[in-house]
């Protein structure tokens, strides 16, 4: 065998591997016997006819086509092992050349590969800004209002009363497939003067301040033009009538905030216990959502810094994952894909090229670049941590699920050992984000000068070896894994 490598500019290897003639006469003898074991020839046993008895029943041409399949699927792991090649998918056969030398011709996609480069000078500064006194003042106000009681009133809507409405809404001006009608005699409650977006945002915040001053009965007419920013991507700058009719007008009455309230929402004991929950609560949830931003930028920047490799067939592959996980979500909602596309107005080739295929290469490269830097700052796992993530899962799963039918999964050690990768993903995700902030506000290196200035050894209590990572690569924050298929190949059709 001789094997010739040529680099393709897609991340792929075109390699030609050149037999001699006779190679092949050893696998039609193989395909010979093959194929009569599979059909019956007149005055002999299943598989035992000569092999001139069987081309002459067969064809010359049917045995070479089984010999040629047979001896790719027999070549193929020694070509990759030759040629010192890891595939990413199955490779393609694009061409064979009959004759003496035999030549097979394959394209081979090749494992992605990153490159860092100089990632540890990226900086980003990391600032959550602390929870205020105001924002804990709204969320204990909108917390009474959730405990608040509404008495009926025969008398004129004021600030804080609570409206139930019977709700009409047409476009003013509907274009192409719009429909005109968006509601008819919907119920809705409202409340005067009410703004905290956390508490209404419907029909648009405010809407209830025109209402103010009706009594039962009570009729109002508004029009409202959504702005281009607004949650309500389908009525983003059109006009819509609402006409409103109040069924009835109840007074709110908020509860005192004292040491019983606090007693009866949950285990606090007094009111400055709930005070300081409130704030706990608000400090995890603001940093919660900087961090999503700061570490979407920081992933960012780092893509950026390196360059990434990978051919076309992993990119397909991260396709079909984001059009899974889309007919999944749509399942829940109890749609079909090509119900949703119509509510695009979009084809699916397209849908694929302009919505799937960026959200694939973004999933895609943020896995690739944070598993390199997992490998590059050897981040490791400790079994501690592990077994925790492990034991959160199933504290998650048994608010959402049977607790019989968990433990009744749980026996499945597929499903058991799927609960286990998810964990250590979870954990080697914080673990790698926790580095690559630490590099990203210089303290990475604040550790290796500290390191680098101890001149004496300074002991230590002993403490368990942290279990190393895994050896199999376990996906990252998009949870994307690239599958490796070493031995497989596909046919094209011969040139």
């Known amino acids: 065998m001789k094997i010739e490598v040529q680099p393709q500019d897609d991340h792929q290897s075109k390699v030609i591997a050149q037999y001699e003639a006779t190679e092949l006469e050893r696998f039609k003898h193989q395909a010979a016997r093959k194929i009569a074991t599979k059909g019956k020839i007149p005055g002999f046993r299943p598989g035992k006819a000569p092999y001139d008895v069987i081309v002459r029943l067969y064809g010359d041409v049917t045995i070479e086509e089984e010999a040629i399949e047979l001896m790719v699927e027999d070549q193929y792991p020694k070509i990759l092992d030759e040629a010192k090649i890891e595939p990413a998918a199955p490779g393609t056969l694009e061409n064979i050349e009959k004759g003496d030398p035999l030549k097979f011709t394959f394209v081979i996609p090749l494992e992605p590969t990153v490159d860092l480069g100089d990632y540890k ?63 008819k005699d919907s119920p809705l409650q409202v409340v005067i003067g009410e703004k905290d977006p956390e508490v209404v945002d419907f029909p648009y915040i405010g809407f209830g301040d025109n209402l103010k001053g ?53 285990e606090f004991d ?109 981040v490791e796992i400790k079994n501690e941590d592990l077994q925790s993530e492990y034991t959160q899962i199933i504290s998650e799963m048994q ?45 990475a290196e604040e550790k290796v000068t500290e390191t680098s200035e101890l001149k004496t050894p300074v002991k230590t209590a002993k403490s368990k070896k942290p279990a190393a990572a895994p050896k199999k690569a376990i996906e990252t924050t998009e949870q994307v894994k690239v599958k490796k298929t070493t031995k497989k190949v596909e046919k094209s059709e011969e040139k």
């Open 399 to 443: 608010g959402s699920t049977d607790l019989k039918k968990l433990q009744k999964q749980l026996k499945n050690e597929r499903v058991a050992n799927a609960f286990a990768m998810e964990a250590a993903s979870r954990v080697l995700n914080r673990q790698v984000l926790s580095r690559l902030k630490d590099i990203a506000i210089g303290k």
């Open 121 to 183: 000078s990226l900086r980003k500064k990391y600032i959550v800004k602390p929870v205020t006194q105001k924002e804990i003042d709204q969320f204990i106000e909108r917390l009474k209002k959730s405990y608040a009681t509404a008495e009926p009133v025969d008398r004129a809507a004021k600030d804080g009363d609570l409206l139930s409405i019977k709700l009409d809404a047409h476009l003013t001006n509907p274009t192409g497939d719009d429909k005109p009608e968006l509601l």
């Open 214 to 266: 009706l009594k039962n009965g009570g009729e109002k007419v508004v029009k409202y033009t959504y702005p281009v920013d607004s949650n309500y991507d389908k009525l983003r700058g059109k006009e819509v009538e609402f006409h409103a009719i109040v069924e009835n007008v109840k007074s709110m009455k908020l509860p005192e905030i004292n040491d019983a309230f606090a007693q009866t929402i949950g």
């Open 270 to 378: 007094t009111v400055a216990k709930l005070h300081e929950s409130i704030k706990e609560q608000l400090e995890n949830r603001a940093k919660a959502e900087y961090e999503q931003g700061y570490f979407d930028e920081l992933i960012e920047m780092l893509i950026k810094k390196a360059t990434i490799k990978y051919p076309p067939q992993v990119l397909e592959h991260e396709m079909e994952h984001v059009e899974e996980h889309v007919k999944e979500d749509l399942a829940q909602q109890r749609m079909e894909l090509d119900t949703y596309l119509k509510t695009l107005k979009k084809e699916k080739v397209a849908w694929l090229e302009e919505d799937v295929k960026p959200a694939a290469r973004k999933r895609l490269e943020r896995s690739l670049v944070l598993d390199k830097l997992a490998k590059e700052e050897k």
